[in-house]
């Protein structure tokens, strides 16, 4: 069975360098042997995700001009298709509207983006999840791990189709060789000009069954109308998904615990021999 | 007249048959290696064209002075024996066959003499090199050098057996009448006397000689039959791979095709397909591999051979035969292409299954950072490109303009500028090129790394990248000598840019300080009064067979007081930091640089000098890692030294 992951990429500026702006035109320029822009970690981690995934075809989309090279970079890592979303006008809300609009057509069953996941679920009443790690799909269900506070993390699942964000704290973003880069340079590059109205904030998908994103055993909020419940289901949570499981340890609360968990972290990544 | 009978006493049938058999195994031989040869030519063609000529003398030079094996003393004199002997042998039995079968009488008096007397010391020095070889496969499998292959003592024995019936069938033809000039036989004479004695003499020793050469003729037949499936191959191969050109160690051959996909037999040159069959086994290269020597999961033998076990079952993934932790030990020190006796470049085969490896994702991710930092930021230290020049605090450091023509280049290497101690290196080179009053220029955030490390990894497209923008600096420049003291930058454009572009003269800086000290510009007095020792980088060393140099210059600074530790020149030991090990940590049972570290604690000495920054880095690391109470000394580079030489003049 084919899974449709639409995955979102982008160029972004690097945050490691120092970037000045120019006076005269407002645009960001980096120090003289510096490379302003690179291709976003999280949107290759994101790429890399998906092709994991068992059956999975993959399509790349910036949303916006100016990301070829995350493009190519998704393609070179074995994205099946490479799209380019040019909205009219370049507003989140905007974007948002525009990109639910291209993918309701396309029969999408997961997709993986920035903060666009959680405008496009509300849209199109699918699961949204945030702080993801270790994807996995079997019989129309999503299941992964979310990243919660001080390094916990617990077990999610949510019905397909699903607008995921992936966990930004270790972010793995798998290195493309550029042998592989220079060889889909001559791969076409779709452009799609989507033209959408700004929806009506009503309109928004229903965000049911939204749910504190660290607490365990909380209750699910009620179908809320209030601003903060609809906060809360974008920032993670939302239709259709649900807590399976928290790893069992306890947080550390005192500081011999906090040492032991400490030891424990570093046997776990054979740090120890080293010390 | 001195002379016999060519096959006497072998009936024609039996003969025949004889015939027939040696037709059929030698044309199993060809039929096996013309289905290996199909496997091999999967792989690249060899960029360097084969010279016959050329080759033969090569090969010629080498078999006569086995210059590489006698690095081994024992398995050198063994090694001689038995080619010399095999050889002897072979030239004996080839003569006897066309004498008999071009009905040629040219055996005959003084020249028989001769023949018999050099076929009967070839048969000794065979079987002398049999029993060396015997004896040292039962005691030195003790301590694992050699395999324990049922195959090899199995080829051994049988050789001895051929040996050993020869001399027999000789003493039964002998010990039929005695002609008093078979004593130009010297060992076939004894055995006959011995014959004679135990009541085979006369007319009893007609039919035992029939007998014992049906048993001769049955153990050569088995001796052909078995050269394709063991190592007796190496007779054919490992010739080949010797005629072929060695290249320099050290020096990477570019794929025939980029590498986009997991690794296969496409990706290697033919000749290192070929080679992977020509392995002898012998393990020298793993006796000097640093990274085995640590403890770490890499003996380059293991990595040679599972090749070679893909070559026999390709339907087994290389990467089942070839384990990654393998891969990511090796340090590229080429101390195991040098020490092969049969001319293997297993570095160059670790790159390639390297490069299949990164073209899949599947690699440590330390490889992966340096590699996005490479590609992203032009060094592998993920340092900000424009921070190159944060090393020149207070000195005055001139950067090449725009298009400014520049006669000397300082290239400072990544290392140069961003490793702590690599600094204090590239501080030193510009405080001597200011008090020579030399005209240099620096590219300051121009610089890119060559992309050394990056090729090494196995990211063979960065490497190239950087490498074309590296050679139009230097075009635009109009750049007439290039100055380093990274010896690894100075490998990649001495040795491997100038595959892709012309490139400008390229010096060390030791090379450039000896010249200088030579020509007189630079005047020091011998200054370090302490024992001292030098450690020769792998690739300024061993790969560019530059060890004078350096020397030359300690040696003006330190007198008569430098030592050399046991491993030094080409048979160096590596400081653990080549090949990408600088950011890679496959755990061993210890680190390569303590071992190094441990190499100049016997010396002595209490500086040891070096003309790599990695070196400088991994040599400060193996000194900290030595017990308590030892590591009194220092490291330092020879730019360092000699600045302490000039400020205390």
């Known amino acids: 069975m084919t899974l449709r992951v639409f995955v979102q990429v982008w160029c972004e500026i690097d945050p490691t360098l120092n970037v000045r702006i120019q006076r005269e035109s407002g645009s960001p320029i980096a120090e003289p042997g510096d490379r302003l822009w690179r291709v976003s970690p999280l949107g290759s981690a994101a790429v890399g995700a998906a092709l994991s995934l068992p059956g999975a075809t993959v399509t790349a989309f910036a949303p916006g001009p100016g990301h070829a090279e995350a493009l190519r970079h998704a393609q070179a890592a074995g994205a099946a298709s490479a799209v380019e979303l040019l909205a009219e006008r370049e507003d989140a809300e905007v974007s948002a509207a525009a990109l639910a609009e291209w993918l309701r057509p396309r029969g999408c069953d997961l997709l993986i983006a920035d903060r666009l996941a959680g405008r496009v679920a509300a849209r199109l009443g699918w699961a949204h999840l945030a702080g993801l790690d270790n994807l996995s799909v079997a019989a129309g269900m999503l299941r992964a791990e979310r990243f919660l506070g001080r390094g916990e993390r617990e077990v999610v699942t949510a019905r397909l189709p699903a607008a995921v964000r992936l966990q930004q704290e270790s972010i793995r973003a798998p290195y493309v060789a550029r042998a592989r880069v220079q060889a889909v340079a001559g791969h076409p590059i779709e452009r799609h000009i989507v033209a959408s109205e700004e929806t009506p904030r009503s309109a928004a998908g229903p965000l049911q069954a939204a749910r504190a994103r660290t607490r365990l055993g909380k209750m699910p909020a009620p179908a809320s109308t209030s601003a903060s419940a609809r906060l809360q289901a974008l920032m993670g949570g939302g239709n259709n998904a649900r807590i399976v499981a928290k790893p069992a340890a306890p947080a550390a609360a005192t500081p011999e615990q906090m040492a032991e968990e400490f030891v424990r972290y570093l046997a776990h990544h054979q740090l120890l021999p080293s010390l | ?649």
């Open chain 2, 1 to 649: 007249m001195p002379q016999r009978e060519i096959l006497w006493n072998v009936p024609p049938v039996v003969l025949y048959l004889v015939y027939l058999l040696s037709a059929l195994s030698v044309a199993w031989i060809v039929w096996w290696f013309v289905r290996r040869a199909r496997l091999w030519r999967l792989g690249g063609p060899a960029p360097d064209q084969v010279s016959w000529r050329a080759g033969l003398a090569r090969l010629a030079v080498y078999l006569a002075m086995h210059r590489t094996i006698r690095r081994d003393r024992y398995a050198g004199w063994m090694h001689l024996f038995l080619f010399w002997g095999f050889v002897t042998l072979l030239i004996a039995t080839t003569l006897v066959g066309i004498q008999h079968d071009f009905h040629l009488n040219f055996l005959t008096g003084t020249t028989y003499l001769v023949f018999s007397l050099g076929a009967d010391l070839g048969g000794v020095a065979l079987g002398t090199g049999l029993g060396m070889a015997l004896w040292r496969r039962r005691s030195a499998a003790a301590h694992g050098r050699l395999l324990p292959m049922a195959s090899t003592t199995v080829i051994l024995w049988l050789l001895l057996a051929i040996t050993v019936s020869g001399f027999l069938v000789e003493g039964a033809r002998i010990a039929r009448d005695f002609p008093p000039f078979e004593r130009w036989s010297p060992i076939g004479y004894a055995t006959a006397l011995g014959v004679d004695a135990v009541g085979l003499g006369g007319s009893t020793a007609v039919p035992v000689h029939l007998g014992l050469w049906i048993l001769h003729a049955a153990l050569v037949i088995g001796f052909f039959v078995l050269i394709p499936v063991t190592l007796l191959k190496h007779i054919l191969l490992g010739a080949y791979s010797v005629a072929c050109p060695a290249g320099r160690p050290g020096l990477l051959h570019e794929p025939a095709q980029a590498v986009t996909t997991g690794v296969d037999l496409r990706q290697f040159r033919r000749l290192d397909l070929l080679q992977a069959d020509a392995c002898l086994t012998c393990g020298l290269c793993t006796q000097v591999c640093p990274a085995e020597a640590a403890g770490k999961p890499l003996s380059p033998r293991a990595v040679v051979l599972g090749l070679r076990a893909h070559l026999d079952h390709p339907e087994t993934a290389l990467t089942r035969q070839v384990a990654n932790d393998a891969l990511w030990s090796c340090t590229a020190c080429n101390a195991c292409d040098l020490a092969c006796p049969v001319n293997i470049h297993i570095v160059e085969k670790i790159v390639t299954l390297r490069r299949g490896r990164v073209a899949v994702g599947e690699f440590p991710d330390s490889a992966a950072e340096a590699l996005e930092a490479t590609a992203q930021k032009f060094n592998p230290f993920g340092a900000a490109n424009s921070s190159r020049l944060e090393w020149a605090g207070g000195l005055a450091v001139p950067v090449a303009r725009d298009g400014e023509a520049v006669d000397l280049l300082y290239w400072v290497g990544c290392a140069g500028a961003f490793d702590p101690a690599g600094r204090e290196v590239t501080r030193a080179m510009v405080k001597i090129l200011t008090h020579l009053r030399i005209s240099y220029r620096v590219l300051g955030c121009a610089e890119r790394c060559t992309g050394d490390p990056a090729r090494r990894l196995g990211e063979e497209g960065l490497w190239k990248e950087l490498a074309q923008d590296n050679q139009q600096t230097f075009a635009a420049h109009h750049v007439q000598t290039i100055l380093t003291q990274c010896p690894h930058c100075f490998h990649a454009f001495k040795n491997e840019y100038p595959v892709v572009g012309p490139m400008p003269r390229v010096l060390h800086h030791s090379q450039w300080l000896r010249e200088r000290l030579a020509d007189g510009t630079l005047q020091v007095r011998a200054q370090v009064a302490e024992k001292l020792t030098f450690h020769d980088p792998c690739y300024l060393g061993r790969a560019n067979d530059e060890m004078e140099a350096p020397r030359a210059v300690l040696d003006r600074l330190s007198g008569t007081a430098r030592v050399e530790m046991a491993q030094h020149g080409r048979q160096s030991f590596c400081c653990g930091g080549g090949g990408g090990q600088i950011w890679l940590d496959v755990r061993g049972r210890t680190r390569v640089e303590t071992i190094r570290a441990t190499h100049v604690e016997q010396t002595g000495a209490r500086t040891v000098a070096t003309g790599c920054p990695f070196c400088r880095v991994m040599l400060e690391a193996g000194r900290a890692g030595l017990d308590a109470g030892q590591g009194n000394w220092r490291v330092r580079d020879i730019a360092e030294l000699v600045v302490e030489a000039l400020e205390s003049q």
